[in-house]
């Protein structure tokens, strides 16, 4: 038990890479493993089972993930639990420490966005596009008005509730939403979010606006990917 005790603290502690102070050194030595940081980032809509993780990581071995969410549960950042009847399913979800990379994501991807060689073609998972828009947003101009928005996305419901210039969002029903956004891919939606393609010449791959299609208009407005440097 002793030697065991020894092991988790030597993949835990502070300088076990790079021997080096700094928290960006220690943060990778927490998250720098290949998977690490996207199994955060598809937790950070909620709770998740091992098979809908491993759906949404596209090339990801049940071997790589289950070591990454052990790696990650004994860094502290992920805690896994039952769901109470009548679900009764093992789910993964953040720790309240976890919780708090979001920051970390975000910037992290508006940074990577501005390198030339960022191609937002490439696939993506709901839970991706999802972060994007609450990195993408333009606060500024998000203050002039309030929205309720739906995401039928891929199978998955989101709610985003645009107020004060802020956007949580989060899985669930989306009923009480004045504009829906229904799409079978992320990818379509990232068109027409960023690629600012017409839903309607979308319309024959699945994607469709319910609702106030007013709103919706103003809403895909508000983002924007950040420009080119270099």
């Keep these: 038990m002793k030697?065991?005790?020894?092991t988790e603290s030597s993949e835990t502690r502070h300088g076990r890479w790079y021997e080096?102070?700094?928290?960006?050194?220690?943060?990778?030595?927490?998250?720098?493993e290949r998977w690490s940081m996207l199994v955060v980032r598809e937790l950070m809509m909620g709770p998740r089972r091992f098979s809908e993780l491993?759906?949404?990581?596209?090339?990801?071995?049940?071997?790589?993930?289950?070591?990454?969410?052990?790696?990650l549960e004994r860094a502290g950042a992920v805690a896994k639990r039952v769901l109470p009847p009548p679900a009764?399913?093992?789910?993964y979800e953040l720790t309240e420490w976890g919780y708090l990379a979001e920051p970390a994501l975000q910037e992290l991807g508006r940074w990577a966005a501005t390198s030339p060689r960022h191609d937002p073609t490439l696939p993506l998972s709901p839970v991706s596009l999802m972060l994007s828009l609450r990195t993408m947003l333009d606060k500024v101009r998000a203050t002039e008005f309030d929205a309720t928005i739906g995401f039928d996305l891929a199978g998955e419901s989101y709610l985003a509730e645009l107020k004060d210039g802020r956007l949580p969002i989060r899985r669930g029903s989306?009923?009480?939403?004045?504009?829906?956004?229904?799409?079978?891919a992320a990818p379509l939606l990232a068109a027409v979010f960023y690629r600012k393609v017409p839903p309607e010449d979308l319309a024959g791959q699945g994607v469709r606006i319910d609702g106030d299609r007013a709103l919706a208009d103003r809403f895909i407005d508000l983002f924007h990917l950040p420009a080119k440097v270099g």
């Design 3 to 6: 030697l065991q005790k020894e």
């Design 54 to 71: 491993r759906k949404a990581l596209n090339g990801i071995s049940a071997k790589v993930l289950t070591e990454r969410l052990e790696s």
């Design 20 to 32: 080096d102070a700094c928290g960006t050194a220690f943060a990778m030595e927490l998250v720098g």
């Design 174 to 184: 989306i009923e009480r939403a004045q504009a829906i956004f229904r799409a079978p």
């Design 88 to 91: 009764n399913v093992q789910v």
